[in-house]
């Protein structure tokens, strides 16, 4: 039923949304909503590659088109790093995570995101300490 699919959609700690074959928002978890700062009403039958900053709109829709074109490819998983956008208008690393199935016979993607800004900034900090501890390990 529907009410049990979204009650399984919120209880996933990364936002969900379901795409649409022409790359329309067909549902949001309500952890996408707050990832994104738009309520599933809103976003629902607008274009996914409104979530993601300027940038990014490109390889969104590359993305979609690849998902939704490929043959026997319905629940096999791409990884993709991208800058969400906020209603904010802020902009934040994003991984998303899409897969691809079938709901009756039309193919939807479905996209787990996550805000990896956190992780991004650890990552650049631990690259610099690095190569500071490189350059003094050099200058002995």
Not at 103 to 109: E, S
Request: aromatic share 2%.
């Amino acid at each position: 039923s529907e009410t049990r699919q979204r009650a399984i959609m919120n209880s996933i700690a990364d936002g969900i949304i379901t795409v649409a074959e022409d790359g329309s928002i067909s549902a949001m978890s309500t952890v996408a909503e707050r990832l994104f700062g738009i309520d599933s009403s809103e976003a629902e039958g607008t274009l996914l590659t409104n979530l993601f900053a300027q940038d990014c709109k490109a390889e969104i829709e590359a993305i979609i088109a690849a998902k939704m074109l490929a043959q026997n490819d319905l629940g096999r998983l791409a990884t993709h790093d991208v800058l969400g956008r906020h209603r904010s208008g802020e902009t934040f690393h994003a991984r998303i995570t899409c897969s691809t199935l079938l709901m009756g016979t039309q193919k939807n993607m479905v996209i787990a995101a996550r805000d990896v800004s956190q992780e991004k900034e650890v990552m650049q900090a631990l690259r610099i300490a690095r190569d500071a501890a490189e350059r003094a390990s050099k200058a002995k």
